[in-house]
């Protein structure tokens, strides 16, 4: 009998043990929390189009926050003559500090990228939460969790903040529009040692998360995607395009450097462009399942 009582014990200590694990595991800081508060904190600086105030000192928190999980960062700054007159922009690159060589030197395999401005508009208060505040929170999120976890991934990576890459005018031309991702991939474009990959991060972070790709995504990244959205369960929030998307991964494909445009399906949202892309529409669950995906992405990209 005082056999049979302990057993019982055991078992209903195991019950609790593992109810208390459980209700932890579920209530433990998510991924897409902290990208959330990322993306509040870039957008209490206000509009960033380029050459704004609120545009460098997103720069600055941004960079703040890569330096503090041991990213060294640089500025890539350069001038372009533009519809509203001439026009300094500046990209934002970052390489984790392994201690053991120069960062700059050391060859990467991946870039992890995003857009950093908002679109110019003289009249209209427009924030871009999402369009791209919350890509550029969750890469900040990203490099902090590979920093920590997965050190050897983060030294095979180069993140990349591209600025203007919104048209000046209305819509992106040949003339108008990704400055930044334009400047950046003409320094790689005759170099043999380019990454062999690269992920950009646009719109992910709506709620109803609808991620589609470009139809003309590299074929490997476009199974790496979805493969990756199905071990985590989260395949019915990507799809594709009907066709291309205009983007920063388009000079970075021209360059040699297979990208894909992880991109949220702006054609049926009613806030794309408008007052309405604020923090209301950001949800922390949609952050949470861009950023796993990314992640592992990442894991088999890079290797675990």
Not at 40 to 62: F, N, Q, T, Y
Not at 89 to 108: H, I, L, M, S, Y
Not at 234 to 248: K, R, V
Request: proline fraction near 5%; charged fraction near 25%.
């Amino acid at each position: 009998m005082k056999s049979r009582n302990i057993l019982i014990l055991l078992l209903v200590l195991a019950v609790v043990t593992g109810i208390a694990w459980w209700q932890h595991d579920r209530s433990s800081p998510k991924l897409g929390t902290a990208a959330h508060a990322q993306t509040a904190a870039i957008l209490e600086k206000g509009p960033r189009p380029p050459g704004s105030k609120a545009l460098d000192e997103v720069r600055s928190h941004d960079r703040a926050e890569l330096e503090k999980a041991g990213w060294v960062t640089q500025g890539q700054k350069f001038e372009r003559m533009t519809p509203i007159g001439k026009v300094t922009f500046e990209n934002v690159r970052a390489r984790f500090a392994t201690g053991k060589d120069d960062p700059w030197a050391r060859q990467v395999k991946g870039l992890l990228s995003a857009h950093i401005d908002s679109k110019y508009y003289k009249e209209k208060h427009f924030l871009g939460a999402d369009d791209a505040a919350s890509a550029c929170a969750a890469i900040v999120v990203i490099a902090h969790y590979l920093a920590r976890e997965k050190p050897e991934q983060a030294a095979a990576l180069e993140l990349v903040f591209f600025d203007g890459e919104e048209a000046l005018n209305e819509n992106i031309t040949p003339q108008d529009g990704l400055y930044g991702s334009r400047h950046y991939a003409n320094q790689w474009r005759s170099r043999d040692d380019k990454p062999s990959f690269g992920i950009l991060l646009d719109m992910i972070g709506h709620q109803n998360l609808s991620i589609r790709l470009p139809s003309d995504t590299p074929p490997d990244l476009k199974e790496s995607v979805f493969a990756a959205a199905r071990k985590e369960g989260a395949e019915q929030y990507f799809g594709m395009a009907a066709g291309p998307i205009i983007d920063d991964h388009v000079p970075l494909n021209f360059a040699g450097i297979p990208t894909v445009d992880i991109i949220g399906d702006f054609t049926r949202s009613g806030w794309w462009h408008t007052p309405g892309d604020n923090i209301k529409i950001i949800s922390a669950d949609s952050l949470d399942i861009s950023i796993r995906v990314t992640l592992r992405m990442l894991d088999e990209l890079l290797g675990k």
